[in-house]
């Protein structure tokens, strides 16, 4: 069977497109596709490298961080903590020109965790100045102190004696020994997980 020229040449282009369609379906496109996944790939791999260096980077803060804290007053014994927080609300209030009119300590208990929390609501009256050293004192503390929440409030609108609640949150070492507190010198000497 001959082909005449017409014949030969839809033959030819056929094969081509065919051949092209092939290439296409077997060859460029799955090349495309290893090409996007290895990018993508890549791009979780870069960010998995750069959350690890930031960790890395914060480690030795939070490991200074939690020595200071260590050092600071992070008690074993929860009415060991509570009396340093009594203790030095007392000092600070005297210091800063406030008065106290009460403190209310309440202890809370997780199951799940080494670290316990003391929660102190304290009412205490003073000055605007007063008030506010008195916040930098508690938030600036050696102590593993922190105020949760507050509210500020004043009977007369120029400031001078202003009204505060607080709510503190103050943490201690909780070992399981016998339900209490116990000796947690392997405990002060771990580091806390990233």
């Known amino acids: ?59 030795s803060r939070v490991k200074a961080e939690w020595q200071e804290m260590l050092k600071g007053g992070l008690e074993s014994d929860s009415s060991v ?12 209030s005297r210091e800063c020109g406030i008065s106290i009119s009460s403190i209310k300590p309440d202890r809370s208990r997780n199951e799940s965790n080494s670290l316990m929390e003391i929660i102190f609501n304290v009412a205490c009256r003073g000055s ?20 949760t929440e507050f509210q500020l409030g004043s009977r007369e609108e120029d400031g001078r004696d202003m009204a505060l609640q607080l709510k503190l949150s103050a943490v201690y070492l909780f070992h399981e020994v016998t339900g ?5 010198g392997k405990v002060l000497k771990e580091e806390p997980d990233l």
Do not use: C
Not at 81 to 92: F, P, Q
Not at 180 to 184: R, S
């Open 1 to 59: 069977m001959v082909l005449s020229k017409r014949e030969r040449m839809i033959a030819v282009v056929t094969l081509l497109v065919m051949l092209v369609f092939i290439l296409d379906r077997y060859v460029a496109t799955p090349f495309m596709d290893a090409q996007e996944n290895i990018r993508i790939e890549k791009q979780g791999l870069i960010n998995e490298m750069q959350h690890a260096a930031k960790v890395f980077r914060q480690r």
């Open 81 to 92: 903590m509570e009396s340093r927080v009594l203790n030095v609300l007392g000092d600070w």
């Open 128 to 147: 605007m100045d007063s008030v506010g050293r008195f916040m930098w004192q508690i938030e600036n503390s050696k102590l593993p102190l922190r105020i």
């Open 180 to 184: 209490e507190t116990a000796n947690v």
